[in-house]
């Protein structure tokens, strides 16, 4: 049986990736800031294809421009912590809160069928979905 091909994005552990293995899809490329955090990916995956980086510093075309036709879906958790009720909330400004703007632009670039993101349960857009500028 042929797989579905899925990038995962703040990708941790890899707890989404492993759902979304379960129901038939296949991590193409993972992305993941904290090398520790990634080993742990890495380790649960044979021939895991993990960039351990900073998705500030990628450039989304040159990055993930080789997965448009190949993931059908983009999933990952954008931190929360700026918003999250168990963060401190320092501030609405905390960087890690406009981090899911890479996401979309992977969205963007890839164009896939599909996205599953997760975010924080205080996280407000007043209605507005991050990936209506996608057409999700």
């Excluded at 090398?35 to 995956?45: G, L, T």
């Excluded at 700026?82 to 963060?87: A, D, I, T, V």
Aim: glycine share 12%.
């Amino acid at each position: 049986m042929n797989k579905l091909g899925m990038i995962d994005l703040f990708a941790g552990v890899g707890g989404l990736s492993l759902g979304f293995e379960q129901a038939g899809f296949e991590a193409l490329v993972a992305n993941e800031f904290d090398a520790s955090i990634a080993e742990a990916y890495i380790k649960n995956r044979q021939n895991a294809n993990m960039i351990v980086e900073d998705i500030t510093k990628l450039s989304i075309p040159d990055t993930f421009g080789q997965y448009r036709g190949k993931a059908v879906v983009v999933i990952g958790g954008p931190p929360c912590q700026g918003y999250s009720q168990k963060g401190q909330r320092k501030t609405i400004n905390d960087p890690r809160n406009f981090l899911f703007k890479y996401f979309v632009d992977v969205v963007k670039e890839v164009q896939p069928q599909f996205v599953a993101i997760f975010r924080g349960n205080n996280y407000s857009d007043k209605g507005k979905s991050p990936c209506k500028a996608c057409g999700f």
